[in-house]
Nanobody, 116 residues
């Protein structure tokens, strides 16, 4: 399984970005995919997750991003998205997509930098 993330960049506070993560390879019909982030000198932290496949699409968010970030999916493309609105400087981090299972499969990181 491979995860290809894209969409990071440099924006000003209050602006928006959308991250994408495409999964390829042998994956199950129903999965949990998500986004994590790691700021400099900090531990990697959970951002959001969603169940892909099926009809549910149940999502979860870290408290710090609730109301600003939205995770969504395109089952046909095995792709998840993270729409990030009202970005803040503290959202600056390397963002990683993940196929959450045992063991978790990580994509390469994509840098998000929010200037004040």
């Amino acid at each position: 399984v491979q995860l290809q993330a894209s969409g990071g960049g440099l924006v000003q506070a209050g602006e928006s970005l959308r991250l994408s993560c495409a999964a390829s390879g042998k994956i199950a019909t129903i999965n949990t995919m998500g986004w994590f982030r790691q700021a400099p000198k900090k531990q990697r932290e959970f951002v959001a997750s969603i169940i892909t496949g099926g009809t549910g699409g149940i999502s979860n968010y870290a408290d710090s991003v609730k109301g600003r970030f939205t995770i969504s999916r395109d089952n046909a493309k095995n792709t998840v998205y993270l729409q990030m609105n009202s970005l803040r400087p503290e959202d600056t981090a390397v963002y990683y997509c993940a196929l959450i299972r045992s063991p978790t499969v990580w994509g390469q990181g994509t840098q998000v930098t929010v200037s004040s």
